[in-house]
C-alpha cells in the first residue's frame, strides 16, 4: 500500500482527502499543526512516504510553511512535495522553497494520483 503524508491543520481536507485516496489504497498519515511537524519529523518515518502534501498556511492566512519544506529537504527527503493551498500565489511560495508540484486544494486528489501515477 502506498503511503503519503499531509501536513495540513483543516481537518474536514484531510478526511476528505484520505476518502477519497482509500479507493485507491493509498494510506494518509496526517500532521495538523507545526509544532507537531517538528515532532513528526524527529521519527525519520516520514521518509518512508512516497509523496507530501504541504499546506501553505499551517495555521492563518499567510504562507508560513516555507521553512518546514526547507527542513525536510535537508534532512534528506528526494521524494515529491506537492504545495496545496486554496491560492495559486501560495503555492507557488513553497515552490520556491523545494516544493516539486503545487495544485488547488480542490484538485489535489486528482495531482496526487498523477503525481504517483495512480489510476483514480
Given at each position: 500500500?502506498?503511503?503519503?503524508l499531509i501536513f495540513d491543520d483543516d481537518l474536514d481536507f484531510i ?106
Amino acid at each position: 500500500m502506498i503511503k503519503i503524508l499531509i501536513f495540513d491543520d483543516d481537518l474536514d481536507f484531510i478526511t476528505s482527502v484520505t476518502r477519497a485516496l482509500k479507493k485507491c489504497e493509498i494510506r494518509v498519515v496526517s500532521v495538523h499543526s507545526l509544532q507537531n511537524a517538528d515532532s513528526y519529523l524527529k521519527l525519520d518515518t516520514f521518509k518512508e512516504t512516497e509523496l507530501i502534501v504541504m499546506d501553505a498556511c499551517m495555521p492563518g492566512n499567510k504562507p508560513n510553511t516555507m521553512s518546514l519544506i526547507e527542513k525536510i529537504i535537508a534532512m534528506g527527503y528526494k521524494k515529491p512535495i506537492i504545495a496545496a493551498s486554496s491560492k495559486e500565489e501560495y503555492s507557488q511560495v513553497l515552490v520556491k522553497a523545494g516544493a516539486t508540484h503545487y495544485s488547488t486544494k480542490a484538485g489535489i486528489v486528482g495531482e496526487i494520483l498523477k503525481v504517483l501515477e495512480v489510476n483514480g
